[in-house]
């Protein structure tokens, strides 16, 4: 069964601009949250999704959004962009609700400049 | 206070010997309990899940819980060079529902030849 995935897997972007990531979690798994990690501050949740509603927000700012189609794929929407949302963006799909055992997708490293 | 804490280490340990990583946690409610291993450059994989107290064992790896003291550990048996890498605790907790972790800054370990 094919892993995570996630597109684009490395991005370079200049401060004010978006900035969109895709997920697509594992076959049969309803469940995909995002998180940031970064050197500083380790991973971070960012929120989650379940049969396209948003269950769960981390704490980060508005500029952070995302949203979950009908086929459990999930994108991640940063606006503008700046200097220090340069970090690895983990996706994790579950497929078990509520018990917490996720798999990661390969990340998009994001550099902002 | 961290709510997941972890000795950044690095813990080095010979190749063959037992390697112990320890987490704590500060949310009382956690319901489970997950190891991760990050190689560098790469995405967590997942490892290990405990979700009662007392000992989990698959392979070389056993995970302790011991919900009294709010201590969760890793143990690596016969370490190999292969296992050096960044092992990250994650908790999930009892408020949000979903999947969400809180993770550890992770501990470095070096197996050393």
């Known amino acids: 069964k094919a892993g995570v995935t996630q597109t684009p897997r490395y991005l370079i972007k200049t401060r004010g601009q978006q900035v969109t990531l895709s997920c697509s979690p594992i076959?049969?798994?309803?469940?995909v949250s995002w998180y940031q990690q970064t050197p500083g501050q380790g991973l971070q949740f960012l929120f989650e999704?379940?049969?396209?509603?948003?269950?769960n927000k981390g704490n980060f700012p508005g500029r952070f959004s995302g949203r979950q189609f009908s086929n459990s794929r999930s994108e991640m929407n940063v606006s503008t962009l700046e200097l220090g949302d340069s970090a690895l963006y983990l996706c994790?799909?579950?497929?078990?609700?509520?018990?917490?055992?996720?798999?990661f997708g390969p990340g998009t490293r994001l550099t902002v400049t | 206070q961290k709510e997941v804490e972890q000795n950044s280490g690095p813990l080095s340990v010979p190749e063959g010997a037992i390697a112990s990583l320890n987490c704590t946690y500060s949310?009382?409610?956690?319901?489970?309990f997950f190891w991760y291993r990050q190689y560098s450059g790469k995405s967590p994989e997942l490892i290990m899940f405990?979700?009662?107290?007392g000992d989990k064992e698959d392979g070389r790896f056993t995970a302790q819980l011991n919900k009294a003291s709010q201590y969760v550990s890793l143990l690596i048996r016969d370490s190999q060079p292969s296992d050096s890498a960044t092992y990250l605790c994650?908790?999930?907790?009892?408020?949000?529902?979903?999947?969400?972790?809180?993770f550890g800054t992770g501990t470095q370990l070096k197996v050393e030849l």
């Open positions: 994790a799909s579950s497929l078990r609700d509520g018990s917490g055992e996720q798999y």
């Open positions: 076959s049969g798994h309803r469940s």
């Open positions: 999704y379940f049969s396209e509603t948003q269950r």
């Open positions: 949310d009382r409610g956690s319901q489970s």
């Open positions: 405990i979700y009662s107290n």
């Open positions: 994650a908790v999930k907790g009892l408020t949000g529902g979903g999947n969400k972790l809180t």
